[in-house]
């Protein structure tokens, strides 16, 4: 196999969101395990709606994700290549000037419909003569242009769909330029990936209809079509479409939320595939694991929940200079590594150390219950003396259960309660040498 060419062409008109980069991660995989590269195109010929903030704002999503890009460009610095196609296509006669209104086409739609017929545009701006164009245009019509399919099949192996076959006689002539002679996304992608010597075509699965016209726009400019390959799109874990909430979904929001990249990569590489949904080592693990034959044909569910799990099984093997910065960021206090040590296995996401810094360094309010009281009191009293340390509250749990007849839940639960103020926390032996004597002893006296 030829070494891939890939690429991931977002349109800088918002952040992006779990959706838009998984395409993304499974570009990267797929490059990177075959030792290829990776191209980021910004797709800005949509120059009211594109921003330089959006743009950096995407960069810096897939930098904090690690995925690196070998070469990126803007569609907007290249409207003379898109000029000279469309000039090349128009001169084969693949691209013809239409002159009807959105109203007109709206209607055509409707009758072709009330007919039975499928709304495939008819063609009729075909039938100009330069005479009937010249008075449109004196009316002040401006054209648009749409590209002549074949009207036969498109067929190609889509790598994750296997054979496809578009019958394009059942698809309207797509429009590449519209009135004001600004560029639909069509024209410019097949120019770049030409330009570009792109081998795999990799993204979402709305797409493959536009791969009917692409394929024989490809051809049309004289350049054979990449491959293919067009994945299933996300669903919730409600099994319905994400599209209402993709806003919190963004990859700025599950930053800001905590969330690490490699827990969002992990989940995103392996729902919807034949892999277990699990924490990866890196990156690398992923692209080397990667294949277009593992992507099944169903939606790939993104459960939230999920990515929870995944994320707490990767914090729970991260050492403090890990996340050293980033935890004294959150709270001066929280930069301890004993801290980080003990309170790790009870974090999904990093910020929950908050939930703990109270209870190591600060002043909690004890829980004691009032059946307990006689039994705090002796526990008070039977604190060993001296440091605490790892044995103490080993020993300190034995003698009291031989002392007052308690055991298990009975035992633990209101020394944990009167110590930490919560019924549920990190492993008690190693919170009790955390919170230190002086403290323990304030919270046993109520
Ligand atoms: N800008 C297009 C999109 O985001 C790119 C599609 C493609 O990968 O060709 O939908």
């Given at each position: 196999m030829t070494t891939p060419i890939v690429r991931f062409a977002p349109s800088p008109t918002g952040r992006l969101h779990v959706g838009n980069v998984r395409t993304a991660l499974i570009n990267w995989l797929f490059a990177n395990g075959a030792g290829g590269q990776f191209v980021l195109r910004i797709d800005d010929t949509d120059t009211e709606r594109s921003t330089e903030v959006y743009e950096q704002g995407i960069k810096d999503d897939l930098t904090w994700l690690g995925l690196t890009w070998d070469d990126t460009f803007n569609q907007s610095k290249r409207f003379e290549k898109y000029d000279a196609a469309a000039a090349s296509l128009k001169e084969k006669g693949l691209l013809y000037a239409c002159y009807e209104t959105a109203d007109e086409l709206d209607r055509k739609r409707k009758i072709a419909l009330s007919r039975g017929r499928p709304p495939v545009y008819d063609r009729a701006a075909l039938n100009l003569t330069d005479d009937e164009k010249a008075a449109l245009e004196a009316e002040g019509r401006k054209p648009h242009w749409r590209f002549k399919l074949s009207g036969g099949r498109c067929e190609w192996t889509d790598l994750v769909r296997g054979d496809q076959s578009i019958d394009t006689s059942s698809i309207s002539d797509p429009i590449l330029i519209r009135e004001d002679g600004s560029y639909l996304y069509t024209l410019p992608s097949v120019v770049d990936d030409i330009d570009y010597d792109i081998t795999h075509v990799v993204r979402g699965e709305d797409h493959v209809t536009n791969s009917g016209a692409q394929i024989e726009i490809f051809q049309a400019l004289g350049g054979a079509a990449p491959n293919m390959a067009h994945t299933p799109l996300l669903i919730g874990a409600d099994g319905q479409g994400l599209s209402k909430r993709l806003g919190s979904l963004s990859i700025a929001q599950l930053a800001e939320d905590g969330f690490e990249p490699l827990a969002i990569a992990s989940l995103l590489a392996r729902i919807g595939t034949s892999e277990n949904v699990e924490a990866a080592d890196g990156l690398d693990q992923l692209a080397r694991a990667?294949?277009?034959?593992?992507?099944?044909r169903a939606p790939a569910r993104f459960d939230e929940a999920e990515l929870k799990s995944v994320n707490a099984s990767i914090l729970h093997g991260l050492q403090f200079e890990d996340v050293k910065d980033r935890l004294s960021a959150i709270?001066?206090?929280?930069?301890n590594e004993a801290f980080w040590m003990v309170v790790r296995e009870n974090c999904s996401v990093l910020p929950d150390v908050r939930e703990f810094l109270e209870v190591a360094f600060g002043e909690i309010t004890p829980e004691i219950d009032d059946e307990d009281r006689d039994f705090i009191s002796a526990a008070a009293a039977s604190l060993p003396d001296g440091d605490i340390t790892d044995e103490t509250w080993g020993t300190w749990t034995s003698a009291l259960k031989a002392d007052t007849g308690r055991k298990g839940r009975g035992l633990f639960m209101p020394l944990r309660k009167a110590l930490t103020g919560m019924a549920h926390g990190p492993d008690m032996a190693s919170m009790l040498k955390l919170i230190g004597r002086e403290k323990a002893v304030k919270r046993l006296a109520g």
């Open positions: 990667f294949g277009f034959d593992k992507i099944g709270d001066p206090r929280a930069a």
